[in-house]
């Protein structure tokens, strides 16, 4: 977008105080993710969750120099634009503006695949038309407008994602953003709890295309068919999906890996290569090829296009550099709007310095000094210390960089020159088009070179952390569970991130835990679910919240408190048995517990319960009894104490199983992880950790030679033996050995042979092709982590958290 404050006002039809005459290209609504101030407006937007106008200040601060705002503030140096609802004023404002571009749309709703469907198509057809598309999931009531702002006159292709969590919401959608080709993907059949049936989500999501003229429909829910027959009779409808009546699906045998997948598309058969088989991908790759097809795109271009799917890797990845750097690296793609969403992101580190490595920015289709122009005024804004250009295209605009900043036409010459040695404790950003290989410069930076990895996902946590919110009220708060470094991943890591996504509370099993957190400045509220007697001091003086199960803690806690000196009412928390017989109060005991409250200087903040096994289906009636034990002892206990606490009972199973019982929060841990034993709903969630480490040796083994300690294994005929650094002191159980368990090479299961050793082990590689060097996945691909932890004769939680800390753990973020 490009207007003037005061055109902005007449379209929105709002008043303004100060200089109408000044232009603003963006719309910020996050403090936390201004990239650039100028032509920049803040928006306070005011929901019932949260309100903008407490990050004004902050925003100020940053150099903002225009706010929209409900409430007029009072400070004259400030352009303001008073809106009466500022939701609405976006909605307005992206109605307006998309009306007024000539762009061809695609609009995308459905339950998932959405995002994925979105970066696919993107992927495939950035190259054939000047394309816009939501940043990230953008496709909320504000996430929708702000992504249709982005629409500049170059574009000829927008495809943009739409959600909505309640009924009627599509309506306000679609009156903003009316999409030529429609897709609706796979309706999930758990429901967000705001609708009352899957009849009823699927016509309100079917909104959206009242005024397409063809929509592409995942026909393999009845439901949506026949609902979309009544509708939309009229319109060009196709359907595709893995039954054989649509118009699009497959006829190949999908578990045959020998044979590329064949695809039936109305009378033609077209053969796609695709590695990932999964009923979703399958489904999504079919939705993809119907809309490549609509856009005329040849059968050739499709299946190479299809194919180079295959690389892609959109992600930031955070690495600990050499000379206490941290190195930044997104050497995938390199485009204006990437470029955008790094500067996001590296704002979130808390490092005193950055510099920049930049390479020319290949295919696009803008005039270069304009492009540059652009590109400098943005990196500019950043205020790097030192950039580093290479690429002859961009070393030609040098003047536009006002940092202290060096050429080279390309990385080898970058590399020579060492003057990357004289950079120390600072964030590296590396941004680089695919071509300038700069992924050679990250690896001279890297402090550790590690083989043996787990790699985290944050993204991942992110997702199914909102698919288990979408099973809930909008209202419901959630505590994420940290505890056990956070099931093995890291838990200031994954905590900073929680955080960062306003998770409500964190969960951590000792007070030792919740004080590291704090110590690196974790301030979101901390849950302490066994509070050691000797840590109570620790507890309050970092401000952590104590799980009371019983009275000898309470009035041990107490007497931690007044000898502290406490004077406000400190949040406790309190823990009600009802069938786990782990830790809690018993019913006999609520009238003394409720005493002895009366007479503390403590606030109840919740009162919860553990349910045993929400994950096991066969135990309904028994879940079903600890939850109305729950519903009884905590009605009677908030009765005594006149005043209502948080309540909670769900774990992430309890999410999944009876979020009729959501109460006013839910504990979730290994579903964040993307982990369920709902099949239906691991389906819907996204892996998040994988451990891999690669191949140090390869040895041919004779026929009768042994393998490994105690010689437990003998070769019958010769075959290729692959030793890999990981061993039981990496939490690899021993049992797993001796053809027990398998690790994944080439996307080929292969044995674990032999002993585990401390270190390392030995895998039968005979059937793979594999050479020294190649990567290994212990899980979570092939095997999955429930694979892998079917091996270990254990649950997924105990895999996870018996990962040595030894092992790396690198996080990863888009
Ligand atoms: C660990 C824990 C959870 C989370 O359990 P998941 O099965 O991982 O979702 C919830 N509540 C309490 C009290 C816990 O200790």
Known sequence: MNYTIKEIADITNSEIIGNGEIKIKNIA??????????HTAFLAINTKKNSGQKYIDSVIEKGIETIITENQIDNSSINQIITKNSVEFLQTLAKYHFENSNINSIGITGSNGKTILKEWLYQCLANEFVTVKSPKSFNSQIGLPLSLLQIEKKHELGIFEVGISKPEEMKNQENIFHPNIGLLTHIGTAHSANFSSEEELIYEKLKLFK??????????????????????????LISYGLEISNDIHIISDVNDRTQDIQIKYFDEIITLPIFQRDEATLTNVLALLGILKELKISNSDIKEKIDALKAIEMRLESIEGIRNNLIINDSYNLDLDSLKIA????????KPKKSLILTDILDSSENSQELYAEVSELVNEQKFDKVFLIGEEISAFYEFFKSETFTFNNTNQFIDSKIINEIENQVILLKGARKFEIEKIKEILELRKHDTVLEINLNAILHNINFHKSLLKPETKMMAMVKANAYGLGSYEISEFLQLHHIDYLGVAFADEGVELRKKGITTPIIVMNPEQHSYDAVIEYNLEPEIYSLRVLELFNEQLIKSGNQQKYPIHIKLETGMHRLGFKDFELDELNEKLNT??????????????????????????????????????????????????????????????????????????????????KKQLQDSVSFKTVVSQISEVKYGESVGYSRKFKAEHDIKIATIPVGYAD????????????????????????????????????????????????????????????????????????????????????
């Open 29 to 38: 609504f996050d403090s936390r993710t201004i990239y650039s101030t100028k």
């Open 211 to 236: 005024n397409s003229e063809i929509i592409f429909y995942n026909a393999d829910n009845l439901l949506t068919v026949k609902i979309i027959n009544q509708l939309y009779s009229s319109k060009k």
């Open 731 to 814: 939490g690899i159980p021993r049992m797993v050995g001796n053809n027990v368990g398998n690790v994944g090479i080439n996307k080929k299961l292969c044995p674990i042979v032999g002993n585990v050793c401390m270190d390392m082990m030995m895998i039968n590689v005979d059937n793979a092709n594999v050479k020294e060097g190649d990567s290994v996945v212990i899980f979570n691909s092939h095997p999955t982590l429930e694979e892998f932890s079917k091996y270990c004769n254990t649950i997924t939680y105990e895999v996870l958290t018996s990962i040595s800390p030894r092992v790396k753990r690198i996080y990863i973020k888009n």
């Open 600 to 681: 503390m200087n403590v606030k109840v903040q919740s009162i919860f319960s553990h349910l045993s096994s929400s994950d096991v289906p066969e135990e309904k009636e028994f879940t079903l009894s600890q939850i109305k034990t729950f519903e009884k002892n905590s009605n009677y206990l908030i009765n005594q104490l006149g005043y209502k606490p948080l309540r909670h009972i769900l774990n992430s199973a309890g999410i999944s199983n009876y979020s009729d019982y959501q109460y006013d929060m839910v504990r979730i841990g290994i579903g964040m992880i993307g982990e369920s034993s709902n099949k239906k709903i």
């Open 343 to 350: 500067f996001q992101f590296i704002g979130e580190y808390n």
